[in-house]
């Protein structure tokens, strides 16, 4: 399975967790995750090791699950602290519990060996409480798609111009050079669209005249957390690409969560240095985005529908490439070090 292990996934947004038993999906590992009574999200393994139940179906005693089967009873640690009708607890009655951190109400699982977890190494930015900026939560977005296909669409500007065109892209972009460091943690591939008139997504929020200077950047932290760095600024503003907050700024943040081998859920958000402390204009953001997404997924699933199939030959590779290329040689060579380790 092409899943890195040693990794921080996102689980869920803050809102998501309550007092009620959830069953999520990661890396084809079920776990089950609920708020205790202290506000801490626990995240367990979601199998009974007795017969196997599923734990989200059994139910909350205090901070506790009691399996809905037989009534063996496990606290937020995954020790069992309970067996209906004896006094002893075999040492085999336990569930794995996984590491769990929440930051910037978003929730973090560690999937991997428990004695590598830090969460110094979830990812961060400082736009999401640095003042000037406005973070917003917007969707989530089921993709019947590998994540490794999901993924390498977010470090790839060469697909907005035909895939989003009432959006993010236009036809002036379709011929524009994509800049690529392959060097770079996080990877970064880029482009700069001078002189055009504003997209769909800067004719609504830009407030532009005339012709804009637009980027768009993607940073691709591995495993898979995406970074859209895209805005526009009038042409007699000549903006330096280290000035980008001088323009309409906005990151579009993708947190991708492989589901299993073919399913990708993409919790996506936006931060923005303009229209601070608007709720209509975050709503509004939230329905551009979604037409946008929706023109992914639509993609991205018929993609995977294609690579289930039998291949004649591998798929080819261009010069706009070098983003995904070096993403999907990063990725192997994690797993191929995680598998030597073991
Ligand atoms: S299956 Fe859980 S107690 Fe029997
Ligand atoms: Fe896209």
Redesign the pocket.
Known sequence: MKFVQNAWYVAGWALEFGDDLRRVTILAEHLVMYRDSHGTVVALEDR??????P?SM?RRVGDDIQ??????TFDGTGKCVRVPGQDTIPPQAYVESYPVHERHDIVWVWMGARELANADNIFDMPEFTAPGWDAHQGGQLHLGSHYLNVAENLVDPAHVSFVHPTTLGSAASEDVVVEADTKADPIVAWRWIRDAPPVGFFQEFGGFNGNVDRWHYYYLHLPSTAVIDFGSAAVEERLAECDRDKGVRIFAIHFLTPVDETNTIDRWMHIRNTATNDDAVSRRMDDLFDIAFAEDKLILEAIQEEENRPAKRPPIRVSFDRGPNVYRKRIERLIAAERSAT
């Open positions: 009974c090791p007795h017969r196997l139940l734990l059994g399996c809905g089967y037989h009534g063996m």
